[in-house]
């Protein structure tokens, strides 16, 4: 950043068991880095052939798919179509929110992978509306799943951050990919919100739309996802609810023992 020439985008490519969790959160932690750039997406290759033995052998292999935004599934030449679909449902168990190209050789166009803009919530509710739709219930053969929640009275934002924080420092390291849009009570505007690990990150992203229900919705995508717990957490942060509740909800705030 501090050479005189300007650069279109800086790739960042890994080795193949690496955890993409500490590059990304430098572009949310790092100030320079952060005034600088802007983190646009994290893309993932995946072997159609061999990903269901890897599936079942690599953990590693489960949390790069649930961190990815794109993910390229590659040698589809070596597979048959409802081999190809297979894979694919099983990569959905673990991450329905990422963008899925075939590929052969890697054969995708340069504007599939970079300038995507992936880790702005605005642009996923351009692309992807059906991410308010509802609730998300997927098949879960793996250790690294996905969960969803929605609310739809507003959310107390103290309430909330109180929340969200203890969930993220007591079960962070498991919690891979978390993002939300929340309505908060009073406001009008989206408020976006995501984390990797315990690292997170969040601002307004402009108004409701006229005529759009103003629901708030949560996804959890990381291992050993205690779906009770996190629901009434989350739903505990609706403005409005009960004192008595809300004190009950606070206690189980701490993750329960395993």
């Not at 300007?6 to 993409?20: C, N, Q, W």
Request: charged share 35%; with cysteine.
């Amino acid at each position: 950043m501090k050479r005189r020439d300007k650069f279109d985008g800086i790739i960042v490519e890994t080795t193949g068991l690496a955890d993409p969790a500490p590059v990304a959160q430098t572009f949310f932690v790092d100030d320079d880095v952060k005034r600088a750039t802007k983190l646009d997406a994290i893309v993932t290759v995946v072997d159609a052939k061999h990903l269901p033995a890897r599936l079942n052998d690599s953990a590693e292999a489960q949390e790069q798919i649930a961190f990815a935004d794109i993910i390229v599934l590659n040698k589809m030449d070596l597979v048959t179509e409802a081999e190809a679909a297979e894979v694919e449902k099983r990569i959905r168990a673990i991450n329905p929110y990422a963008e899925i190209r075939r590929a052969t050789k890697s054969d995708v166009p340069i504007s599939a992978v970079i300038g995507r803009d992936a880790f702005n919530l605005e642009r996923i509710l351009e692309r992807e509306p059906e991410f308010l739709s509802g609730e998300d219930d997927h098949e879960h053969d793996s250790e690294v799943n996905s969960v969803s929640f929605e609310v739809d009275r507003p959310i107390d934002p103290e309430r909330f951050n109180a929340w969200i924080t203890q969930v993220l420092s007591s079960k962070g390291q498991d919690l891979l990919r978390t993002k939300g849009i929340l309505a908060y009570e009073g406001d009008d505007r989206r408020f976006a919100f995501q984390a990797v690990h315990m690292i997170a990150d969040g601002d307004f992203i402009g108004p409701w739309k006229e005529g759009d229900p103003r629901r708030s919705k949560l996804v959890f995508i990381g291992r050993d996802l205690n779906r009770p717990w996190l629901r009434r957490g989350f739903e505990a942060c609706q403005a409005g609810e009960d004192e008595a509740k809300i004190n009950a909800e606070i206690a189980r705030w701490s993750p329960p023992e395993a």
